[in-house]
């Protein structure tokens, strides 16, 4: 019964993240929506990220709470019947590796200690203000999954969320919507998340949940949460013949093979499994405490000081990448919204959640090159897409609030980066040649035709106004010039406060004022005052 139950469980609440991912986590829906409920879920990521932030963030801390009270009682049950990861792992031993596994090639059993030393060093890294997001929270290494690998994929089938819900629009009367075509999403980074993804499922040749078992810290966490839940297995000892069936049945080897009434509530993920092939010996039940052997995680002194000493030793690594290496000469660009850097990257799990609500495929993950500490962050590369004026959904899709939710009122003041115009590379600069494309495509009216002397006369060229440029990198995407424009975006005068507003009434009146000039289109014959030549 408790088995087909957790089978249930685990399809419902999967369907439930695909639905998340793919219809609510979009425009506009995740304006109405919180397309980013199950990144909140996990307790440990609140933990982190509050402890790296030194800040209390209310989206993570009321669910995370709620589950960790809840795995209390009943003690592993995220993992078994809610993780969308730990289903996908369940399904792909079952077709995959059920028939092929052998028993010789389980590793040793204290290798379970694994993931509470990462555990330990993730803790250590969070209170020097880092963290390491990669795989400490099962459910945003697989929305960075869906988000980089499985997302473009479906999009070069054909498949998208409005192609599914294109019958549904029709027979609502919104059959215009199914006019809007939706960019093939293409992401940096898909062959490590990949191959991660293969390691995931492969684990399940050596040893069921494999990942659960030996890696994954938010296991370890629900572990140490569920050192005395009120709902566990109990074994009744006079019905046991001592077979050990329930014991090698178990998917986490939470069953003591020995002593078959022991089962560890710091392994046991409640599926059912011993219960089911023989429920006369056993059953999952509510009892109190210390009135079962219940033995504790797997965890020793030793244990603690590898983590430790593992945290010590990439906590300089993770400052130094994060804070000092070069972001690519100032092309390291964040979204809008986005927390000042060292805030922005103790909150920032790399979900890849905004990635996936961006409608212009212009945030991208960072890569090596920006620094350990910011892979798989986002960043804005405007020559694959730029950010859309109208649009304002990364800021609704963040759980962690690393990128602060912002009006489109408060969005034209918002400042990123600014726009560099390469007089050598210019079409209109170097050779003389009518081209404005990138006037013609700024939505802010930051850049200006202006009149310049050469040698074959006056000739209009494009001219960057400071001031009014925001960093939007429309005119980087638009630029024709052939692999990297002639007009780039760097990050230098970004405007990225953590709280209250990004410019005050006066400086938004000069903006709105030297805008209106802008747009009146004058041509004079010398750049604009504060812009040089």
Partial sequence: ??????????????????????FVNTF???????????????????????????????SV????????????IFGRFFCGFVCPLGATIDF??????????????KPPLFLQSLKYVILAALLLLSLFGAIFPLFMDPISLFTRI?????????????????TLTGPLLGAIGLEKLQLITIKTPFFYGVSFVSVLFLLVIVGSFWDRRFWCQYICPSGAFFGLLSRRPLFRRIAFRADCNSCGACARVCPTRAIDAGTTERTSSAECVVCGLCT?????CSSFRFAIPGTAAIPGPDLKRRHLLFGVLGGLLLTPVFKSTAVNKSDGQGRLIRPPGAMPENDFLARCIACGNCMKACP??????????DGFNRLYTPKLVPRIGACDSKCHLCGYSCPTGAIRRISLEEKPYIKIGTAVVDRHRCIAWEQNRECLVCDEACPYNAIEPCLVQTTKGPFKVPVVQEDLCVGCGMCEMQCPVFDRGAIEVYRFGENRPAAGPYVNDNQKRKIDTLRKKSDQGAISGHPPSGISE
């Fill in 276 to 280: 089911q092939i023989k429920d006369a």
């Fill in 1 to 22: 019964m408790l088995r087909k139950f957790r089978i249930t469980s685990q399809i419902v609440f999967f369907a439930l993240f695909c639905v998340f991912f793919f």
């Fill in 61 to 72: 801390l009321l669910l995370g709470c709620a589950v960790a009270l809840l795995t209390m």
């Fill in 146 to 162: 869906g988000t980089i690998v499985i997302n473009p994929l479906l999009a070069l089938l054909g498949i998208n969320s409005l």
């Fill in 92 to 105: 792909a031993d079952a077709i995959l590796f059920k028939t092929s596994r052998s028993a010789n090639r």
């Fill in 360 to 369: 212009t495929n212009a945030l991208q993950p960072c890569t090596l090159g």
């Fill in 28 to 58: 506009p829906r995740v304006y109405t929506f919180s397309g980013d409920l199950f990144l909140r879920l996990n307790p440990l990521t609140a933990l982190l990220t509050e402890i790296a932030a030194r800040a209390i963030i209310p």
